[in-house]
């Protein structure tokens, strides 16, 4: 991919859409693994493919345009979220006298645990992602050399997205099904360990498609 700014537009258009829908998504629907630890049974938000998303399109925007560049397309995503949460919750007060809403936009309106969840998950996380990202690709370029190390970016790309998703699935899960929905035992736990199991997979599969994007 070239590094210019029609396709910066484009991956951030991409990382926006993907969170977005990941955060509307969210509590609509669970993924069921049938895969059990124990007497915990795995399960995923369904929002998990969306999400993951996300984090690809930090890394390409990291490796290709740089750091400041990934941080601001993490910061148009957190005021992309504000917006998105005030325009939905506005819609029914601005227009009381005329708004007839369906169920699923009442779900929609009352999200707001996952909302803050998704908001903190987000930031904390996606801020490690892209910290991470740029310290082991510094750390290669000093071990490998200039010219060898960029075929190791499979190191980077896997190193930050896995350990980022751990803090956003911790918080995210706690906060939302933990603190939203009362979620307990071993149910919240499952859904922990499921989200992350199926994040950390997800993270294998998108090296390639990270490799094809990022070739010069």
């Known amino acids: 991919m070239k590094k210019n700014n029609s396709n910066l537009i484009i991956i951030i258009a991409m990382f926006v859409t993907a969170l977005l829908t990941a955060n509307i998504i969210s509590s609509n629907g669970m993924i069921l693994t049938n ?36 941080n601001f397309a993490v910061l148009v995503g957190f005021f992309a979220q504000i917006l998105c949460t005030a325009l ?35 930031l904390c996380s996606q801020t490690w992602d892209v910290y991470v990202f740029h310290r082991i690709k510094d750390w290669a370029k000093g071990k490998f050399g200039e010219e060898k190390y960029n075929k190791q970016r ?7 997205t ?20 009362g979620m307990q035992g071993t149910d919240l736990i499952g859904t922990m360990i499921g989200q992350y199991c199926v994040k950390f997979c997800l993270a294998l599969l998108d090296t390639p498609f990270f490799y094809i994007m990022t070739k010069k």
């Open 162 to 181: 896995m350990t980022s998703q751990i803090i956003d699935t911790v918080i995210f899960i706690g906060v939302g099904f933990g603190i939203g929905l």
């Open 154 to 160: 499979w190191l980077w790309n896997n190193g930050s």
């Open 88 to 122: 939905i919750y506005l819609t029914p007060v601005v227009f009381k006298p005329w708004f007839n809403g369906s169920d699923t936009y009442a779900a929609l309106n009352s999200l707001g645990w996952f909302t803050a969840g998704s908001l903190v998950a987000y």
């Open 35 to 70: 895969i059990y630890i124990g007497n915990i049974q795995l399960l995923a938000p369904a929002a998990v493919l969306a999400y993951a998303l996300t984090f690809l399109a930090t890394d390409v925007i990291g490796q290709i345009w740089g750091k400041k560049e990934a």
